[in-house]
């Protein structure tokens, strides 16, 4: 007669299994240690476990996290369906092999998902990604296996796009089962989603920065009107429209916005530009692709990661961004990098490292030696106006811990040293003393601004942190004679623009050459923003100005919202540490 089993050593003697399995180092001693564990199942009083089976199988979850594939089969082992199938505690029937290809969740495990975009992978793994919080460990583990399988075929961009999944889960059921993935693929977690040094006060803190530089809650209304527009517009592959943008009118909350933006001016050239203005009106104020704020039934995160998903898309492999046939291609490109490099920079996600990194190496092979840009390749011109956008673009490269060689300051530099007047500050377009730049039959009836010293003089502290430069000091003093005023043919947004951003460098966010600026900037952009709530206009600026010829209404409202983020869009950058020399 054989001795009564002692459940109590089995129990011990399955945890000791199972440790051993979950620790093995090949995947010979794993198999071993898995099919020993399941012969003791069969032992005598495996089927008297009783209430310990469900912790048992807990802990073997837990443990063996490289072998997430035996989930579904540990379920098998323990689940009451099996228990009830197989009699008192019984083994399920292990998996038989055949000739047939096992069905995962959405269909054969062998499909061909190497034939699929990456975007078709991406959102079959989001599809599954909510079934790793089921209810049922048996959908946990299958889900979990079919995540594993499905993630390689991302090649390199795998592993941080489950990184992505990880910041995005709300569940911690979820989050942990995505860490568990990561690991048996040979990924570790780590945490993305949180801003640091200069782009850490676009989500922490953000109040006191607003209040400290002079905004209030009437600017951070027009920049949360302004991106509500926006989502509004955005083509439904992730892209803005420079003429084309009415075309989205009505199509979200129609019965709150009805009516119609009408007709805009502007060039097909410039999608990629306002594209670019537009994310980066979004990240300016905190917004990445991972945001979770959601307006007009509209999500912020899903807004930005459509935009950024097109710029990467329409990248070609020397990291150019946009076509380089469009007319004046420098801008748009360089301001798409300057919102490929906050995208990385506001969220360390690796899914924007490297296209981020290839646009940025664009930029510097795109510079005439030892001089600037143009709106070519290595034109052999130079424009004061398109180098401002790659200086800003560098700048954002090495804040966000991207790399170029520092001969590209040196060469802007040099070019800014060319075509500045020492005695009056002025800066010259394409030499130096050029006067008015203007587009004829577009905007040559309109005033001259001195954008182009604020160009200059926004530059130079973003390169050598010059404000004690007296040319800095004398272009900012040009500015102040030419305060923002909302009259015909003196509206000028890009010149409102560079010139918050020079005078917010050169003394904010308390100096008074930023004081007396800022109070005419929000006076002329608050009060004429298109504030009528019944009207699809809400949120946007009127493309009355300068160069609204070019971007027309999304031009107009991304640029404006980027002046009135530059409370803690600019801060922490170089040139805010005005305040502590004085």
């Known amino acids: 007669m054989n001795p009564e089993p002692d459940t109590d050593v089995l129990d011990r003697n399955l945890r000791r299994l199972i440790r051993r399995w979950a620790e093995s180092t090949s995947e010979n001693q794993a198999e071993h240690s898995c099919r020993t564990f399941l012969e003791r199942l069969k032992a005598p009083g495996a089927a008297d476990l009783g209430t310990k089976r469900r912790p048992l199988f807990a802990e073997t979850v837990a443990l063996a996290a490289s072998l997430l594939a ?315 106006s398109v180098t401002g956008w790659a200086v800003m673009a560098l700048k954002s490269a090495e804040l966000s811990g991207l790399t170029f060689p520092r001969a590209a300051y040196d060469g802007a530099r040099a070019w800014f040293d060319e075509v500045t007047d020492e005695a009056s500050g002025r800066v010259g377009y394409n030499r130096k003393g050029t006067g008015k730049v203007f587009t004829m039959g577009m905007n040559e009836h309109f005033s001259h601004h001195e954008t182009l010293a604020a160009i200059g003089a926004m530059s130079r502290i973003l390169i050598d942190r010059a404000r004690k430069d007296p040319r800095v000091a004398k272009g900012c003093d040009l500015l102040l004679n030419d305060l923002p005023r909302w009259e015909d043919v003196e509206i000028d947004y890009y010149y409102w623009h560079h010139a918050s951003l020079a005078l917010f460098h050169y003394d904010g966010p308390g100096g008074p050459k930023w004081t007396a600026w800022n109070e005419k900037m929000k006076d002329a952009l608050v009060r004429h923003q298109n504030m009528k709530a019944a009207e699809c206009k809400n949120g946007s600026w009127d493309p009355v100005d300068r160069w609204s010829g070019e971007g027309g209404r999304v031009y107009a409202t991304a640029i404006n919202a980027l002046t009135l983020e530059v409370y803690y869009r600019a801060a922490g950058a170089p040139g805010e540490e005005a305040d502590k020399e004085r």
């Open 70 to 384: 035996c989930a579904a089969v540990l379920w098998a082992i323990f689940s009451p369906r099996s228990t009830a199938e197989n009699g008192r505690g019984g083994i399920a029937s292990a998996p038989q092999e055949s000739g047939r290809t096992p069905q995962g969740f959405f269909g054969s495990r062998e499909s061909p998902v190497v034939q699929e975009s990456e975007a078709e992978i991406e959102e079959k793994i989001r599809r599954l990604v909510p079934h790793l919080g089921s209810s049922s460990f048996e959908e946990q583990g299958r889900a979990a296996e079919e995540i594993k399988k499905i993630v390689p075929a991302l090649g390199s961009k795998g592993l941080p796009f489950l990184q992505d999944e990880i910041a995005r889960a709300k569940n911690p059921d979820v989050s942990e089962w995505l860490k568990k993935i990561l690991k048996s693929l040979g990924g570790a977690p780590r945490v993305v989603g949180t801003p640091a040094g200069p782009h850490a006060g676009r989500l922490k803190g953000k109040a006191n920065l607003v209040a400290r530089g002079g905004g209030g809650k009437a600017t951070e209304e027009a920049v949360l009107a302004a991106l509500k527009w926006l989502s509004r517009h955005q083509n439904a592959d992730g892209s803005w429209s420079a003429v084309d943008h009415s075309k989205n009118c009505g199509v979200a909350a129609p019965e709150r916005y009805p009516g119609t933006c009408g007709a805009s001016p502007g060039h097909a050239d410039f999608d990629a530009g306002v594209t670019g203005l537009s994310l980066l009106a979004f990240l300016g104020a905190g917004h990445s692709h991972l945001s979770k704020d959601t307006h007009d039934e509209i999500c912020f995160g899903d807004v930005v990661r459509k935009g950024l998903q097109w710029l990467m898309a329409h990248q070609d492999k020397e990291g150019c961004i946009g076509p380089r046939q469009a007319l004046k291609h420098g801008y748009s490109h360089h301001i798409c990098v300057l919102a490929m490099s906050e995208a990385y920079g506001l969220t360390g996600s690796n899914l924007f490292k490297e296209p981020a990194q290839k646009a940025v190496d664009f930029t510097v092979a795109s510079q005439n030696p030892g001089k600037a840009w143009r709106y070519k390749v290595r034109s052999g011109d130079n424009d004061s």
